[in-house]
């Protein structure tokens, strides 16, 4: 299913995540629950404790408090994605990506994970932008390029557009995980590198 693929991406590279700022709208959604201690380490720590006991709607609060209260964004967005993916908020997730992404448009990495969490929601216009930017701006991370191919492949239907992404990939990773898959989604066939022979 395309959108446990993008999902699966979005947590992938969550940890080449540059940083983000606080975040408005979505933050106040956690600004009137429980969270009441205002120290942002210990906010942090609280919403790591309670991930780890799969409480994910308490760790969504305490992370999104701590970036409310100007935690470390680089150790906090991720973590607070994560969540908010595991619990399927998917469109809360999409804010704080485009936020976080308003102030960094530069951050190629934060602009693929919004863009496929665009995918997650069905939002296909704006998801194709982003991932089209990110494909750009990371020509040589493979992964990227598959995931845009698969794109344009699964949720667009246009094997046309999704063909030179799949070459990407093939190029930068001809005996990568998805090779295979890329190879056999190309518009022609590209023939398979010959094994290297031990000398």
Known sequence: ?????????????????????????????????????????????????????????????????????????????????????ASRHYRLASEYAQVALARRPKDAHLRFVAGALYVSIGEIGRAREHLEQAARDMPED?????????????????QIGADPYFREYLRLAPRGSHADEARTSLMQTVAMPAPEVAQ
């Open 1 to 85: 299913m395309t959108m446990h693929r993008f999902l699966v991406a979005v947590l992938l590279l969550l940890m080449g995540i540059t940083g983000c700022a606080s975040t408005g709208g979505a933050a106040n959604r956690t600004a009137n629950k429980p969270p009441e201690d205002r120290d942002p380490q210990l906010l942090f720590e609280r919403g790591k404790a309670y991930a780890d006991i799969g409480d994910l709607v308490r760790a969504e609060q305490y992370f999104g408090a701590a970036l409310a209260a100007h935690a470390d964004e680089r150790r906090v967005l991720p973590e607070l994605l994560r969540v908010c993916v």
């Open 142 to 158: 493979a992964e990227v390029q598959f995931a845009v191919g698969t794109f344009f492949r699964d949720e667009l239907t246009d």
